[in-house]
């Protein structure tokens, strides 16, 4: 099941091990786990499990409040042929700007204001409209964060700078070129820069040699223009048609419960699914049951905690609690064992407490 495959955190050198989870909207519990090759893309994979999933989502109660909610990782004809074919299953999933340029080049002022804001409290925009989408008609809201979009534009600039900086100094080299110095290695020296840059579309390179090597550094401004269109967008498409524009954007950036459970999983302190020092799949597959374990009593203790209105991070409740201490002692001329907490802040008593634990009882 270990396999060698894309890392994110570029630990390409080791072999990984996929998990899949299904979380529930309201408090981000677990619901629903596999492990697998990681080296399998995550369609593949949604592919293979989707029957199995969808029977787990049928067995809950209230039927009629479920949808399923995916990134472009599921994306795939058979994928949203299975769900298309379960009618009570409605589902929110993305697309990628990419792929749709038309949608990214609808002008602003066809956008509206919604109730929902960013990270810095501006209001997102959004323009709907539908389209089919998959063999069928689908909604499709696309939404535009100004704060996105002036990250992305900072993004830009500053890699285009450090490209160009690096592609200089490369011809500035070039005028003391040796005999070992020939085109492909030029070439292949560019397109090494260019892909570590992961803009390499927006640059026109070209080499040739007439008596001396010369490189001509130009940007296509069309691609620019592409890329502008693109920043700060996200497409969002839907079955839930009579659902309003709204409900759709939140249901669907509600995903950031699923994001944070994986977060959770690479905690070193909380959960510990990486680095995982087994290889038999039977291994594997019960550290798998103990990890996704961990993030159940997690969520379970993190619903606890705001539905007793106690707003705090997890990591610090975590923390706070490992600070409690018991302390045992025998009187002097007694045998019986006693135990008690040691004395408790403020703080320590109100999470013992948003817990349901009865503070004197446990004394």
């Not at 072999?15 to 899949?20: E, F, K, Q, Y």
């Not at 074919?85 to 066809?110: M, N």
């Not at 070129?177 to 927006?202: F, M, P, W, Y």
């Not at 940007?219 to 009579?242: A, E, M, W």
Request: hydrophobic share 35%.
């Amino acid at each position: 099941m270990a396999r060698y495959a894309h890392s994110k955190a570029g630990k390409h050198e080791l072999r990984h091990v996929g998990l899949s989870l299904l979380c529930n909207r309201e408090d981000g519990i677990p619901l629903f786990h596999r492990t697998y090759p990681a080296n399998i893309h995550d369609s593949k994979i949604m592919f293979q499990l989707y029957t199995e999933m969808g029977n787990l989502l049928r067995s809950l109660k209230k039927k009629d409040r479920i949808t399923l909610i995916f990134d472009k990782g599921f994306n795939a004809p058979e994928n949203i042929a299975r769900i298309d074919a379960d009618p009570g299953l409605p589902f929110i999933g993305t697309l990628s700007p990419y792929h749709h340029p038309d949608l990214c080049r609808v002008p602003l002022e066809d956008y509206q204001n919604i109730g929902v804001s960013d990270e810095e409290e501006e209001p997102l925009q959004a323009y709907r409209t539908s389209l089919e989408l998959y063999g069928r008609e689908r909604a499709v809201v696309v939404t535009y964060n100004p704060w996105t979009y002036r990250k992305k534009i900072h993004w830009l600039s500053r890699t285009i700078r450090k490209t160009k900086a690096k592609l200089q100094e490369l011809r500035r080299g070039l005028a003391e070129a040796d005999g070992r110095t020939t085109l492909n290695s030029i070439k292949r020296t560019v397109d090494d820069i260019l892909v570590e840059s992961h803009i390499a579309t927006v640059f026109d390179i070209r080499v040739s040699f007439k008596k001396e090597y010369r490189m001509s550094i130009r940007t296509n401004p069309q691609v620019l223009r592409d890329y502008r269109s693109r920043f700060g967008k996200n497409i969002i498409f839907t079955d839930h048609t009579k659902w309003s524009t709204d409900e759709i954007v939140l249901a669907y950036r509600d995903r950031y419960k699923i994001e944070t459970a994986f977060r959770q999983t690479k905690s070193p302190e909380f959960i510990r699914w990486q680095p995982m020092y087994h290889w038999t799949e039977s291994k594997i597959r019960v550290h798998g049951l103990t990890c996704v374990m961990a993030l159940l009593y997690l969520s379970l203790f993190s619903r606890k905690m705001h539905r007793s209105g106690l707003t705090m991070a997890l990591d610090r409740a975590m923390e706070v609690l490992r600070g409690i201490r018991r302390a045992f002692y025998i009187y002097p001329g007694g045998t019986k064992l006693i135990q008690k907490l040691c004395r408790l802040g403020s703080t320590e008593e109100e999470l013992l407490k948003a817990l349901g634990l009865e503070i004197e009882a446990v004394r």
